[in-house]
């Protein structure tokens, strides 16, 4: 039996939800570690349903929070592993919450951060039903050399991250952007100065508008075989 995911949800603020955005947290951390990034959003997503589950896993490292699978070194290989193992619990909370609204898998997007970045890529890419979108804010694309070969969908991806990151460096981002343009997918990308291993205030406003956008179908899709990711989207003031 698959593990049942728990966390903190946002109902729609505007009658009854017709999207649901689903985000995924890092490493040690819980679902009530994005719930902000939700409640920022509602007023450009008012009728948008958020769910934020709790990883399946107690932290080794960190006993207060959860994790979507153990690390140990952050190593290609053992983040494959982990993705592969945690993605069928996902895929089940994403479809039993999907079956609670009432919605079309086609009106889901994936939010991760760090971990949960790379948890959302490896389901969202694929799932039978593309997700409408996929943030990831500050984190990786496991396996980028198996994507070609196990992709389903391609959904547009914006992946943003701090050029001042000491987890996991800004160029893991560049990296993972060259994956998934290899793969055929739309991958835009942004990098917020001066920001850390978090969420910088500019990366957060545009990631809202992509999704607004994305939900509304005005984000063009890639060639399939197109070499090399979109050029870095601006903040605007």
Not at 31 to 36: K, Q
């Amino acid at each position: 039996m698959t593990q049942q995911l728990t966390g903190p949800r946002i109902p729609a603020a505007n009658g009854k939800a017709d999207r649901l955005i689903v985000f995924c947290h890092g490493y040690g951390a819980d679902g009530n570690d994005l719930v902000s990034l939700g409640q920022h959003w509602q007023r450009a997503l008012p009728t948008a349903a958020f769910s934020c589950p709790h990883a399946p896993e107690r932290c080794t490292m960190s006993p207060m929070g959860y994790q979507w699978f153990p690390i140990t070194r952050m190593q290609p290989e053992e983040m494959l592993r982990g993705v592969e193992r945690a993605a069928p619990i996902l895929n089940a909370f994403i479809d039993s919450e999907l079956a609670r609204l009432n919605l079309d898998a086609s009106r889901l997007a994936l939010v991760g951060f760090s971990q949960g970045t790379m948890m959302s890529l490896h389901v969202g890419l694929r799932r039978a039903t593309p997700p409408a979108a996929i943030v990831g804010f500050s984190g990786t694309l496991p396996g980028p050399e198996k994507l070609l070969a196990e992709i389903v969908g391609r959904p547009p991806v914006l992946l943003t991250h701090g050029d001042a990151d000491e987890m996991i460096p800004v160029q893991a981002m560049f990296l993972a952007a060259n994956g998934l343009g290899k793969a055929g997918v739309t991958a835009r990308w942004h990098v917020s100065r001066g920001i850390g291993h978090g969420i910088g205030p500019d990366s957060l406003d545009l990631a809202g508008q992509f999704l607004s956008d994305a939900f509304a179908g005005k984000l063009a899709t890639k060639p399939e075989n197109a070499p090399c990711a979109w050029p870095e989207l601006a903040a605007t003031s």
